[in-house]
């Protein structure tokens, strides 16, 4: 079986950062798939499930409610690996493209103060796995060591 595109990156050279995953064209349209890139894999202890899925809660709640992006968001949602998330959307983009949004999402998550959405028995299939002081933290963590010094290194894949 050919491998998928992820599994080719070098986890051992993968620095934290936004990086372009890959690019699918759907009839006439492109989707750019990012890796959202919030733990060095292999390097530091991958991030808590309840801490995760409340940020995939406040994640996707904030980009489908921005004014510039909600049209344009399909997906954001856990690694497996839980060492990050990825984010598809509409349209033919790079790294640098989603930087603000990226930075927005997570002063959203790293600020929030109100009751996590979606965590109710009708909402959601595990509601009572969550953990917003976690999450706040992780996000906190990301937006101040990686967003907040972005690099070339932290935008492109390593060869």
């Given amino acids: 079986m050919e491998k998928i595109a992820s599994f080719t990156v070098d986890h051992n050279k ?3 950062g936004i990086y372009v995953s890959r690019k699918d064209k759907v009839g006439a349209e492109t ?4 890796d959202i890139r919030t733990k060095l894999p292999n390097m530091e202890p ?3 499930i309840p801490a995760m899925h ?6 996707a709640t904030f980009l489908r409610n921005h004014k510039k992006w909600a049209d344009r968001t399909i997906y954001f949602g856990p690694m497996g690996c839980r060492t990050g ?5 509409q349209g033919d ?3 640098k493209d989603i930087v603000d949004v990226t930075r927005e999402m997570f002063d959203f998550m790293s600020d929030f ?10 909402e959601c299939g595990n ?3 969550h953990d917003l002081p976690m999450a706040k933290w992780e996000a906190k963590k990301y937006k101040e060591e990686v967003l907040a010094h972005l690099t070339e290194e932290n935008l492109n894949y390593p060869e």
């Fill in 31 to 34: 989707l750019t798939s990012f």
């Fill in 85 to 89: 998330f990825y984010l598809i959307f």
């Fill in 127 to 129: 509601y009572m796995s």
């Fill in 14 to 16: 993968l620095k934290r």
């Fill in 46 to 48: 991958a991030m808590d």
């Fill in 54 to 59: 409340t940020m995939e809660h406040l994640g």
């Fill in 113 to 122: 103060e109100d009751e996590i959405p979606g965590t109710n028995k009708i």
């Fill in 93 to 95: 983009l790079n790294s």
